[in-house]
């Protein structure tokens, strides 16, 4: 049961409590079984975050299940994992997460010509009532196309 080329693991929570701002794709570096642990969805992204250290960009609390068929050598599930960016973007990110409020969200991983990509963005915690708007519009726009679909 190998995911195909468009399937794809995604962090629900993310959008619903971060107004992202940005979007950046990034390379993962992955160690041993960990790629087919990902292709069989063993990964979850929730409670995951990125964050800058020393140059680099670091994926934590990013569960990756130990391959069932692996060996003694598995690698621990919730290692920090390193994102492949550009220099450029490195720094771009370093400066954007240093301003309060802001911070590195995976939002989701996929497939892209055969490499495991993390889509990351970067968001700014959204407050209570910013969350009570969203399902308010969510509700309306829900209950139009209700209505157009009566009208036919």
Request: proline residues 3%; glycine residues 8%.
């Amino acid at each position: 049961m190998f995911m195909t080329e468009n399937a794809h693991i995604s962090n629900r929570k993310a959008r619903r409590d971060f107004e992202i701002l940005e979007t950046y794709e990034a390379g993962i570096e992955l160690k041993g079984t960990e790629i087919k642990s990902i292709r069989e969805r063993q990964a979850s992204l929730n409670d995951s975050f990125g964050r800058v250290d020393k140059g680099e960009v670091y994926l934590y609390n990013f569960h990756v299940s130990p391959y069932e068929f692996g060996n003694i050598n598995n690698t621990d599930p919730l290692r920090p994992k390193k994102l492949l960016l550009k220099k450029s973007q490195i720094s771009n990110l370093y400066l954007q997460t240093k301003a309060k409020g802001t911070a590195l969200v995976p939002l989701e991983l996929y497939f892209k010509g055969g490499l495991a990509k993390i889509k990351l963005g970067l968001g700014r915690g959204k407050k209570l009532f910013d969350k009570r708007e969203d399902i308010k519009k969510r509700e309306v726009e829900l209950e139009m196309k209700r209505a157009m679909r009566g009208k036919r």
